[in-house]
């Protein structure tokens, strides 16, 4: 079984920071991209940021220079350091890690439980 644990979400002001956690744990063999995703009240889920497992990036064109994307690979953690956060960041986060179990030969897609972090005064 794997697990995928988020934390550090929480209430912000406008133009505050917040750093985002995802461990992942469990019978994990490898690690290829992991990403944060967001989901607003009524919105879809969509990408905010991703990394492969060689530390390219990519990010959502509204998060540019204000989040950054890291990894810790011998933690199994990604993170996603918030800068200059605005109300429209509000929404539930979610970690995603694309990996592959120890004794399966397809990788599969994983997803944490969600964090909510809201931006406002």
């Known amino acids: 079984q794997v697990q995928l644990v988020e934390s550090g979400g929480g209430l912000v002001q406008p133009g505050g920071s917040l750093r985002l956690s995802c461990a992942a744990s469990?019978?994990?063999?490898?690690?290829?991209?992991m990403g944060w995703y967001r989901q607003a009240p009524g919105k879809q889920r969509e990408l905010v940021a991703a990394?492969?497992?060689?530390?390219?990036?990519n990010y959502a064109d509204s998060v540019k220079g204000r989040f950054t994307i890291s990894r810790d690979n011998a933690k199994n953690t990604v993170y996603l350091e918030m800068n200059s956060l605005k109300p429209e960041d509000t929404a539930v986060y979610y970690c995603?890690?694309?990996?592959?179990?120890?004794?399966?030969?397809?990788?599969?897609?994983?997803w944490g439980q969600g964090t909510q972090v809201t931006v406002s005064s």
């Open positions: 990394i492969t497992s060689d530390d390219r990036t």
């Open positions: 469990g019978s994990i063999s490898s690690i290829y991209g």
């Open positions: 995603n890690a694309d990996l592959r179990e120890i004794r399966r030969l397809r990788r599969q897609d994983y």
